[in-house]
Nanobody, 126 residues
Framework: QVVLVESGGGLVQAGGSLRLSCVASGGTFSSYAMGWFRQAPGKEREFVAAIRWSGGSTDYADSVKGRFTISRDNAKNTVYLQMNSLKPEDTAVYYC???????????????????WGQGTQVTVSS
């Protein structure tokens, strides 16, 4: 059983920055690919970014590429999402998720992530 807890959300003005953290407990964090997803009001949850177990490979949604950076510290069982140049359309609940299928390449599909955090709210004002 893997438990994921996100933190770092909040209210920020457009153009500002936030760093989200997700701490994992249980399981073998250093073996898992990790992803960030978000869900805006009235919309379906969508992929934001993912990182392989080693941190050597990452993937980003086009909407955040160049503004967001995903990283991880396996010694701290933590994955981060640095969000810069935030826009009002980035407002959403942000979730981290763990893909425990070790052999799978980086994946954007929600169904392939086995464990999810409770989410953290990010609100960007214009």
């Amino acid at each position: 059983q893997v438990v994921l807890v996100e933190s770092g959300g909040g209210l920020v003005q457009a153009g500002g920055s936030l760093r989200l953290s997700c701490v994992a407990s249980g399981g073998t964090f250093s073996s898992y690919a990790m992803g960030w997803f978000r869900q805006a009001p009235g919309k379906e949850r969508e992929f934001v970014a993912a990182i392989r177990w080693s941190g050597g490979s990452t993937d980003y949604a086009d909407s955040v590429k160049g503004r967001f950076t995903i990283s991880r510290d396996n010694a701290k069982n933590t994955v981060y999402l640095q969000m810069n140049s935030l826009k009002p359309e980035d407002t959403a609940v942000y979730y981290c998720a763990a893909d425990t299928t070790i052999w799978r390449p980086l994946d954007r599909a929600e169904r392939d992530y086995d464990y999810w955090g409770q989410g953290t709210q990010v609100t960007v004002s214009s």
